[in-house]
């Protein structure tokens, strides 16, 4: 491994040294070892993988370290937050001299606690563990993780659970919080902070006349496109508090997250989400949200006679947003649907097909693959209102009767996943986990690596589609 301490450059206001507290009886889980591979770990390094995972191993000349931010939490100022079970542990260059963080979470307590353990449980661990995976296979930019260890020790949440640890992958760990906690209680790192933002991150903003600005206008496109990408997938974050978002336009903080099955835009996947704030169809409004607050404290760094210039130039960069997330949307469920994304009529009949999934209750993932594999009796058999699927078809047909419609089914293979992680998946997999079996959560793995691959010696059934309908869904949580 080459070890990259840029963190600790920083003011240490901004964090707190520590070493994390292993748990009592250290057992492994699984190991992504061909992320290993991929962040030059020495096959050494690889044998003792479990003692990084656990704690046990520290990282030579690198500090482990908790990172201070704050917050707007379902919208409301929420103060201090931090690293409250986490630790930044290492941050390493990959074979593509990319720097990466490495985030051991279930680390023990924190200056930054509050009320917490310190810890995670094995059931959430499992969860982010099998879910930033499958994300990455996506296509979707995200952090990943290199293993997870379970143990003897005993944590109390809602019942007595196997306390475990997670050894998490990020390219960055800066949230758009960190800028809220520094202008609050520490204002006066803010220039120093951003410079470094920008030169470890955004390094060609350097060459602009304003950096900041166009620092500003990279985070909030590559933010707008991650998002689009989350909703061309059906992926509901659960939890987008401003500390759950990072300057990288990459995912973090899987909580009540969930894929969505059958298509309802406005399902409430995190059952404390009680006003459907973070609901899949909220998505791209309150990233919109979140980015409005983060470039409110970049005001600051204006000159006072300049103040009043820079407002309108950061909510120009802000404007950025939809434009973006609209046009890498619009391209990408074009390309899910087979059609020519330059059509005047393409996005429109794309539409017409997600209020079909939506009135009859169609599996999102499934009626896309049978959209692909031209299963229109099949597509067709599972609805009601039998006119509109009638009137759809026969659109579609015709925007794509004078089109290259060899490359648009290419593309189509491209943009459509077989598999997804569904809720009960993961769930049958964690059951097993806390009985000791983690073959159900390697097959997953497995299948979940090559998405848009059929797998017919991997693939269950249950695989394939939600829930029955007289079957509850999985009711999750942000207890971890």
């Excluded at 998002?227 to 939890?239: E, R």
């Excluded at 993961?426 to 959560?441: V, W």
Aim: hydrophobic share 35%; proline share 4%; charged share 20%.
């Amino acid at each position: 491994m080459k070890i990259i301490s840029q963190y600790t450059q920083l003011n240490p206001k901004l964090y707190h040294q520590q070493a994390a507290q292993p748990l009592t009886g250290a057992q492994a889980g699984h190991f992504n070892q061909a992320l290993a591979e991929e962040l030059q770990w020495s096959e050494q390094e690889q044998q003792q993988w479990v003692k990084y995972c656990s704690g046990q191993k520290s990282f030579a000349d690198f500090p482990s370290l908790a990172m201070v931010y704050a917050g707007h939490q379902f919208g409301q100022w929420a103060g201090q937050l931090g690293d409250g079970r986490g630790l930044l542990v290492a941050q390493l260059q990959d074979r593509h001299g990319k720097t990466v963080d490495l985030h051991l979470k279930g680390a023990g307590k924190t200056p930054y606690s509050r009320m917490g353990d310190g810890r995670a449980v094995l059931r959430s661990v499992i969860r982010e563990y099998l879910a930033g995976h499958a994300l990455n296979a996506l296509g979707v930019p995200s952090s990943n993780a290199i293993g997870f260890t379970t143990s003897t020790q005993a944590i109390q949440r809602e019942k007595i659970e196997s306390g475990a640890m997670l050894l998490r992958t990020a390219d960055s760990h800066i949230r758009l919080g960190h800028f809220e906690w520094i202008n609050q209680y520490a204002p006066e790192l803010l220039a120093d902070f951003v410079e470094h933002c920008i030169q470890w991150h955004y390094p060609e903003c350097l060459d602009e006349e304003q950096p900041v600005l166009a620092f500003a206008e990279h985070v909030i496109c590559r933010t707008a496109k991650m998002i689009a990408l989350w909703q061309l997938h059906g992926f509901a974050h659960g939890v987008m508090n401003t500390d759950n978002l990072n300057i990288t336009g990459s995912t973090l903080d899987f909580g009540p997250f969930g894929f969505m099955e059958r298509f309802r835009p406005n399902w409430i996947n995190n059952h404390s989400d009680h006003h459907g704030r973070y609901t899949y169809q909220q998505q791209p409004s309150v990233a919109h949200w979140n980015l409005w607050v983060w470039i409110n404290n970049l005001i600051p760094l204006a000159q006072a006679s300049e103040k009043e210039k820079f407002k309108q130039d950061l909510s120009n960069c802000l404007a950025q947003f939809e434009p973006t997330f609209l046009e890498c949307y619009q391209q990408g469920l074009c390309a899910k649907m087979g059609l020519p994304h330059f059509h005047k009529d393409s996005f429109q009949c794309a539409m017409s097909f997600l209020n079909i999934l939506q009135s009859e209750q169609l599996d999102y993932t499934q009626s896309f693959i049978r959209l692909q594999e031209k299963q229109w009796q099949v597509l067709r058999d599972d609805c009601l209102n039998l006119h509109q699927f009638d009137q759809f078809v026969e659109q579609y047909h015709a925007i794509r009767q004078n089109q290259d419609q060899h490359q648009l089914d290419a593309e189509m293979k491209q943009h459509n996943p077989r598999y997804i992680l569904r809720n009960h998946m993961a769930q049958t997999a964690i059951q097993a986990a806390e009985a000791g079996d983690f073959s159900e959560l390697d097959r997953l793995f497995k299948l979940l690596t090559q998405p848009y691959t059929h797998q017919p010696d991997l693939e269950h059934a249950a695989d394939l589609a939600p829930l029955a309908s007289d079957q509850a869904e999985i009711s999750v949580s942000c207890s971890s």
